[in-house]
T-cell receptor, first 113, second 111 residues
Framework: NAGVTQTPKFQVLKTGQSMTLQCAQD?????MYWYRQDPGMGLRLIYY???????DKGEVPNGYNVSRLNKREFSLRLESAAPSQTSVYFC????????????FGQGTRLTVV | EDKVVQSPLSLVVHEGDTVTLNCSYE??????LLWYKQEKKAPTFLFML????IEKKSGRLSSILDKKELFSILNITATQTGDSAIYLC???????????FGQGTRLTINP
């Protein structure tokens, strides 16, 4: 039962470096999401993809780009990392129109120094 | 703008107390409301509500949705230290097919 697989689990970047967070789901969901979670706070939506081939901005998209490579995979890219992007990142998938729960990856703890 | 607001943001109670957590929403196309519990890692699913007035129950936890007044509550009775966590509310939005979370309520249960 893989569910949502997210890599890496931990990453330290220097300011200005770039990296891509990978996410894959095996539940045949149309919708996929990237969230960030800062200490003691809820999940803020960075970008989402309602279906293969579409992506949309969430509430905090600045500094990030995404790619919905196919129905299974949704990646998040930081082109030039900044200390303000230090956070825990979660990928999730669901089928909103069917009213299903969202399934989460295990999270990526990213530190930008 | 789609908005989900939880209250209180933080709550500290003694073991055995009953707590009520609140979630209100203003969204363009409501599809579902979900409650999650988060301890140290990824959120774990508790309930999904789509219809008003129908209580969902699991052990000491229960939840109900009011679609007219646009809110949901999560009740936990006879709290235990293991209930200490962040409780997250999310709303599934049709049309856009997105899931928007509130800020979370940090619940601390003291022995």
């Amino acid at each position: 039962n893989a569910g949502v697989t997210q890599t890496p689990k931990f990453q330290v970047l220097k300011t200005g470096q770039s990296m891509t967070l990978q996410c894959a789901q095996d539940m045949n969901h149309n919708s996929m999401y990237w969230y960030r979670q800062d200490p003691g706070m809820g999940l803020r939506l960075i970008y989402y993809s309602a279906s293969e081939g579409t992506t949309d901005k969430g509430e905090v998209p600045n500094g990030y780009n995404v790619s919905r490579l196919n129905k299974r995979e949704f990646s998040l890219r930081l082109e030039s990392a900044a200390p303000s992007q230090t956070s825990v990142y979660f990928c999730a998938s669901s089928e909103v129109w069917e009213g299903t729960e969202a399934f989460f990856g295990q999270g990526t703890r990213l530190t930008v120094v | 703008e789609d908005k989900v607001v939880q209250s209180p943001l933080s709550l500290v109670v003694h073991e055995g107390d009953t707590v009520t957590l609140n979630c209100s929403y203003e969204v363009t196309n409501f599809r579902s409301l979900l409650w999650y519990k988060q301890e140290k890692k990824a959120p774990t699913f508790l309930f999904m509500l789509t219809s008003s007035g129908i209580e969902k129950k699991s052990g000491r936890l229960s939840s109900i949705l009011d679609k007219k007044e646009l809110f949901s509550i999560l009740n936990i009775t006879a709290t235990q230290t293991g209930d200490s966590a962040i409780y997250l509310c999310a709303v599934g939005i049709g049309g856009a097919q997105k899931l928007v979370f509130g800020q979370g309520t940090r619940l601390t249960i003291n022995p």
